[in-house]
């Protein structure tokens, strides 16, 4: 998984998953399809304004609410690289992993960083620069492992690929 | 080197590392994986669509047919079906039949498939109960298990310790339950997400193993990864007549490093009852007011060990439950179940007349053996009183230990054992 580049898309604190992808669209597991509605509940124009390779930026506890594998399988589904974000709720961490989508946790990000901003994110080192205000940020480094199993497109997959 | 805690040593151990730091990401090989009969079948329609052929170890997989077994409908037979199938075909050892089977978190420690520092995982999320012996043990998801299956391994961040310390002795009647209701009260149901809360003290050494797994089941009813107390004398006599295989103890370094630490005067701490709907909506037992009961139940992974069923007799002796009122009572195991027998609580529970349920999750979740009507009260001295768990969405639940549960079964209403 190399250094990721993109334009930066915030949010506020507490995006549940039902705003990451509203329950009607539960019935279906394709990513492309839930991408589509990925965010509508905050932003119905959404999945149409991004480019793929853009990245969320959020607040505290991104990703609340029920357990649905679906919610990160739509963010990686619309094309977005990865969820920087001051912290996530549990299950949410654990899902967005095992689907493959790239989250990185690291304080200031909320307030540091604004919509447009072209921000990158060094997995390696764990380091976030936003280089329209020049601000560094630093999450914690991913393992490389961990980006192995990203770059398989998750846990399942990374799994059959190791053995 | 910095202090570590028991929870940073156990994980360090099974990444291979001298160390590790709250926050990164490791994969750890495991001790043991659960699955019971809700997250089993997906789990393991997961594992076979990957088209493997065998699973890392038959032996360190323990699949537990539970939440609705003996089977309520025809749904959940199927779902037992899968598992029995599976189970039959790589070679589980430790598939629990009915007859065999308990309830996944009063079984496992019981049957000694999970040991001091060894790391379990279960697709369950009051798996934190095992943090009692002194091991890393937390809930995750079916695909987690599914992979665990094939590898042995699981990944996890780090979590940051917070640590309870709880001073001086309990008063007569109150258990582990009390403490841990208590706490989540003090913390609330989100103070220690991410977090294992490590318990410590005068007060929990004083416990019984029993009593610290009810404290360590519901470390999740307050968002926390794990739960854990270090071994000592107890744990080990506690162990060593069940272990299955060696095991290696480990404990926080004096210095270690805790995110958050409390302390409590356990003597201060009264019997405690969590009103509708949250776990941290508690409040000692004289303060709850005249609340009418219809059920009382008693039992769950929480407090369905022979030493609750012990304290419910004991309050029972010598006494009638209300005639508005229905006892349930549900041994968490069919150790337990015998146990009880022996000792004679079946005599004093059934004079009493409440009734026996065979081991099962039963009416805990909503499932059956005991589902409320609406606006029907339950005290129970089970984990969770969301909207609805018991059954109809204007039922209502209200969490205790064995004796709150036990007194307020005899006198009809929510109430202590001293108001007998
Ligand atoms: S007894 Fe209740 S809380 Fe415990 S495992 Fe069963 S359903 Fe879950």
Redesign the pocket.
């Known amino acids: 998984m190399g250094r990721i580049e993109g334009k930066a898309w915030t949010f506020g604190d507490n995006i549940d998953t039902d705003v990451i992808i509203p329950a009607p669209y539960l019935v279906t597991t394709d990513s492309a399809e839930l991408g589509r509605h990925c965010m509508e509940g905050v932003d119905p124009n959404f999945s149409k304004k991004i480019v793929r390779g853009d990245i969320i930026v959020a607040g505290r506890n991104f990703g609340c609410g029920s357990s649905r594998e679906h919610a990160p399988m739509a963010i990686k589904g619309a094309g977005i690289a990865c969820v920087v974000a001051e912290s996530f709720a549990r299950i949410f961490f654990r899902n967005a992993l095992n689907m493959g989508l790239a989250i990185f946790e690291a304080d200031g990000v909320a307030e540091g960083i604004a919509s447009g901003d072209r921000v990158s994110v060094d997995p390696d080192s764990g380091e976030i620069i936003n280089h329209a205000n020049a601000r560094r940020f630093s999450a914690h480094p991913m393992p490389s492992f961990m980006q192995d199993l990203i770059a398989s497109g998750g846990l399942m997959a990374y799994v059959l690929k190791k053995r | 080197m910095m202090g570590r805690t028991i929870t940073e040593k156990i994980l360090a151990a099974h990444a291979g590392r001298e160390a590790v730091t709250p926050g990164e990401l490791l994969s750890v090989q495991i001790d043991l994986a659960l699955a019971n009969d809700i997250t089993a079948p997906i789990a393991i329609e997961v594992f076979e669509s990957a088209g493997v052929e065998t699973v890392f170890d038959a032996d360190r997989i323990a699949l537990v047919p ?2 609705f077994v003996p089977n309520k409908d025809i749904r959940s037979a199927e779902q037992v079906q899968v598992m029995r199938r599976f189970a039959a075909r790589y070679g589980i050892k430790h598939f629990f039949e009915l007859g065999r089977m308990g ?3 009063v079984l496992l420690p019981e049957q000694g498939l999970v040991l001091p520092g060894e790391i379990v995982i279960g697709a ?1 999320s ?1 798996t934190c109960t095992d943090g009692a012996l002194g091991a890393f043990a937390t809930g995750v998801g079916s695909t987690d298990i599914a992979a665990a299956m094939v590898t042995g391994e699981v990944w996890f961040k780090v979590p940051q310790s917070m640590k309870f310390t709880y001073k001086s002795r309990c008063r007569p009647w109150v258990t582990g339950k009390d403490l841990i209701l208590y706490t989540i009260g003090d913390i609330g149901v989100d103070g220690a997400t991410y977090r294992a809360m490590e318990f410590t003290g005068e007060a929990i050494e004083a416990l019984s193993v029993s009593e610290r797994m009810t404290m360590c089941n519901m470390a999740v009813e307050a968002g926390a990864k794990s739960g854990i107390v270090a071994p000592d004398q107890k744990t080990r006599d506690y162990v060593q007549k069940r272990a299955t295989r060696p095991f290696q103890v480990y404990e926080s370094d004096p210095d270690a490093e805790y995110v958050q630490e409390r302390v409590y005067d356990a003597s201060g701490i009264e019997l405690q009852v969590a009103c509708p709907h949250l776990p941290d909506n508690t409040r000692a037992v004289q303060e709850v007011g005249t609340v009418a009961v219809d059920q009382v139940v008693i039992g ?3 407090n369905g060990r022979i030493e609750d069923l012990r304290m419910a007799a004991a309050v029972l002796k010598g006494r009638k439950v209300d005639p508005k009122v229905r006892l349930i009572v549900i041994p968490g195991s069919p150790t337990v179940y015998r146990q009880a027998m022996e000792e004679g609580l079946f005599d004093i529970i059934l004079d009493a007349q409440g009734i026996i349920s065979p081991p099962t ?1 039963g009416p ?2 909503g499932g059956f053996m005991g589902i409320l009507g609406p606006g029907e009260k339950a005290v129970a001295t ?3 009183n969301f909207v609805g768990r018991m059954g109809h969405p204007s039922s209502e639940v209200y969490l205790a230990g064995p004796a709150v549960a036990a007194a307020s079964a005899v006198l009809g209403r929510v109430a202590g054992p001293e108001e007998l």
């Open positions: 539970d939440h309830i996944e978190h369950d009051h769950s992974c929480t999750c805990c979740l089970t984990n969770r």
